[in-house]
């Protein structure tokens, strides 16, 4: 049986952590391209040894040469330089724009039709730069940021309801980073709203904690950034694309109009599908959030033009 073809550039620890949990879920076969070296390519063979006790079918491959990469169904670039402690993500603007030019220049000859996931930092001037280069349909190119903070934000909410994340229905919208936009006000448990459930100052904690949730692990780790929760959720990025159930994920999408914002690619509440975004969301928004979103795009808009 041949399955789906999931390509993704940069095999560090969110690249190859992405592709240990598709190959548990058993849903695509998977490539990864490092520019080091025997990284992709050892990796790899290591998550091909795990068959004998996990038992899936599909197959990973590593290498340096895009050539393994032609006609993915789905490319996710994850090559990038992670932040540092006390490094910001705007920190990494530059760097990381040269390596996502050159991987566009590698992997869209060889995958025109593909769906573009881009999850390197800092996100949102990374995919909006990105659009600008590909001339990639807005539908196939798009960014993982959302479907991470509204899981933090669910794992916040758990923590201090003591609730199952099965429970609880939340969104995290607007740029991945400090300017994201929790919506508390729109998130319930059990199908009770959150403000109902909880004070203010519990509400400012979770929503702190979700907002912080990035930079505290940079801290805790000195060497790195969070990997788990990245990989898992670009994961299920690839799951819902390949399989949709029609629900609503956070990712940064192009809008046109939507949220009063035109020719941008921000953190919105999609459906996806097989053809990419699928749907863009229109939330009733408050003027506030509505102000908050215009700001980040605003900001997205001046780092870009820096580049
Ligand atoms: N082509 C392919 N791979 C590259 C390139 C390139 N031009 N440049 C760097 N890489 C690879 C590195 O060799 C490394 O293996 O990208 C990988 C990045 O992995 P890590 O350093 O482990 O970083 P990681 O924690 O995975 O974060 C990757 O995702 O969340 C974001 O901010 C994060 O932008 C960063 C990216």
Do not use: W
């Not at 050159?102 to 990105?130: C, H, K, Q």
């Not at 300017?179 to 509400?203: D, F, K, Q, S, Y």
Request: include cysteine.
């Amino acid at each position: 049986m041949s399955l789906p073809k999931v390509s993704i550039i940069g095999a560090g620890n969110v690249g190859a952590t992405a592709a240990h949990i598709l190959l548990n879920h058993d849903l695509a076969d998977i490539v990864m391209i490092d520019v080091v070296a025997g990284v992709a390519e050892g990796k790899a063979l290591d998550m091909m040894h795990m068959r004998g006790n996990e038992g899936f079918h599909a197959k990973v491959s590593g290498s340096t040469d895009y050539a393994l990469t032609e006609n993915s169904d789905i490319v996710v670039v994850t090559a990038g330089v992670p932040r540092r402690p006390g490094m910001t993500r705007e920190d990494l603007l530059n760097v990381n724009a040269n390596i996502v030019k050159s991987v566009l220049d590698e992997a869209l000859p060889r995958s025109p039709e593909a769906i573009y996931i881009f999850v390197t930092n800092p996100l949102d001037v990374m995919v909006n730069y990105a659009f600008s280069l590909a001339g990639v349909p807005k539908e196939r190119l798009f960014g993982m940021g959302g479907v991470l903070d509204t899981a933090r934000f669910v794992h916040a909410v758990c923590e201090r309801l003591d609730c199952q994340p099965s429970e609880v229905d939340a969104l995290v919208i607007g740029a991945h980073g400090e300017a994201m936009l929790p919506l508390p006000r729109l998130a319930t448990v059990n199908g009770t709203t959150l403000t109902e459930l909880m004070g203010a100052e519990n509400i400012d904690a979770v929503v702190a904690d979700t907002i912080n949730g990035g930079a505290a692990i940079v801290e805790l780790l000195q060497t790195g950034s969070a990997f788990y929760a990245p990989g898992s959720s670009i994961a299920s990025m690839v799951a819902e694309l390949l399989f949709p159930t029609g629900k609503t994920v956070s990712v940064s999408a192009r809008l046109s109009g939507e949220y009063g914002l035109y020719d941008i690619h921000l953190g919105v509440p999609v459906r996806l599908g097989k053809g990419g975004v699928e749907e863009i969301i229109e939330l009733d928004l408050s003027d506030q959030e509505l102000a908050s979103l215009a700001a980040a795009a605003d900001s997205i808009k001046a780092q870009l033009s820096e580049l």
